[in-house]
């Protein structure tokens, strides 16, 4: 019998069993394939200061997550002698025509890039020079990215040699719960006893049965795929408007992505959804026109209806929810954990904690 078990071997699942580990408690982590091998294997890992407004759940979210990311790779990285490759090159969302640099502009009057300035031309092109002569004014702010691979590598090294029993290929059957309280998980084939149970199973969430409330998650097929950089010296990642975002690896690799589709559980590449990505990545960076493509695929966001993660206890007591961060990805990791955290050992939450209450729905609030 383990203390906790957490459900779900992503980017998240790993985090959350690291800090349960970290803070005493004996764990058990369960990954129906192999750790960090879906959504967190297939986001482009980028960290930036974000836009909103103060009071949204979201922005509170990554401002945390923000503040915590250099101390979170570094301990990381002690633990697992694996650089995660955490890197803050700053971020640019680039004025494609008249309407997006009026948008961008708006945004800085509205209050809602804290940190972001509109940058003029000869500063633009200074800062970044790849990006087409023909884009006129870009918005840039504070970030860079972490390699999501190499994150959730470091992370499982992480918990094992910290002695978290990794269990993969372990499918879960049925959250066990008994007089209104938690008793452990039922998989295909062994049975599980525990106080603490953690549900991080990421676009999968729904399909966990016994947990309360029902999680009303759903997958959203990104494409995303990679090119090989070469000459091109992408300094920065290079955020659109829409989609796509260009990501500069360490390795000199460039990720381009991703595409946001409601497709069910079909893990196709489509000709639509890579063309459109390319298309306007190359509108964005000419030179990537030339560019050999190493790598094409696809993953499932974990989408919540509001828009906002599902962190907090469940319904059952000893039961904890921590899903649906859809697009916002890698970013707000450390914050997510730090919250939750507090939330499983009874501490003043780091920031408010309503909005992110799994019950929400089956309330009508979040309706």
Not at 335 to 342: K, P
Request: aromatic share 4%.
């Amino acid at each position: 019998m383990a203390e906790a078990i957490v459900i779900g071997g992503g980017a998240v699942g790993l985090a959350i069993a690291r800090e349960l580990r970290r803070r005493g408690l004996s764990v058990i982590l369960l990954e129906r394939n192999q750790p960090g091998r879906a959504a967190s294997w297939a986001s482009a890992g980028i960290v930036s200061d974000p836009i909103g407004r103060p009071d949204d759940a979201n922005f509170q979210l990554d401002v945390l997550s923000r503040q915590l990311w250099p101390t979170f790779v570094e301990a990381l990285q002690a633990e697992s002698g694996m650089d995660p490759e955490f890197r803050e090159s700053g971020c640019l969302i680039p004025a494609l025509d008249d309407a997006e640099a009026e948008s961008l502009a708006c945004l800085i009057r509205a209050g809602l890039v804290p940190t972001g300035q509109l940058l003029p031309v000869q500063a633009l092109r200074e800062a970044e020079p790849v990006l087409s002569p023909s884009i006129q004014s870009a918005l840039w702010r504070p970030g860079g990215n972490v390699d999501n691979r190499r994150l959730c590598k470091a992370l499982e090294i992480s918990n094992r040699r910290q002695g978290v029993e990794i269990r993969t290929g372990a499918e879960v059957r049925t959250v066990v719960v008994a007089s209104g309280r938690v008793r452990g998980v039922e998989l295909v084939d062994d049975h599980l006893s525990a106080d603490l149970v953690v549900a991080a199973a990421g676009a999968w969430s729904s399909q966990l049965a016994g947990c309360q409330p029902r999680l009303p998650i759903v997958p959203q097929r990104g494409q995303i795929l990679a090119l090989d950089g070469g000459p091109v010296n992408l300094r920065q990642v290079i955020l659109a408007s829409g989609d796509p975002y260009l990501v500069p690896r360490a390795d000199g690799r460039i990720i381009v992505g991703a595409t946001r589709e409601f497709a069910g559980w079909d893990t196709s590449l489509t000709a639509g959804g890579v063309a459109g990505l390319l298309t306007r990545a190359i509108r964005m960076v000419p030179a990537l026109a030339d560019r050999p493509i190493q790598e094409m695929w696809t993953g499932f966001r974990p989408i919540s209806p509001d828009g906002i993660p599902l962190i907090g206890p469940g319904q059952a007591s000893g039961l904890f929810i921590c899903t649906g961060h859809g697009p916002h990805g890698i970013g707000p990791l450390p914050g997510t954990t730090t919250l939750l955290s507090a939330l499983i050992f009874g501490e003043e939450p780091p920031i408010p904690a309503k909005a992110f209450r799994p019950e929400r729905f089956t309330s009508g609030e979040g309706a």
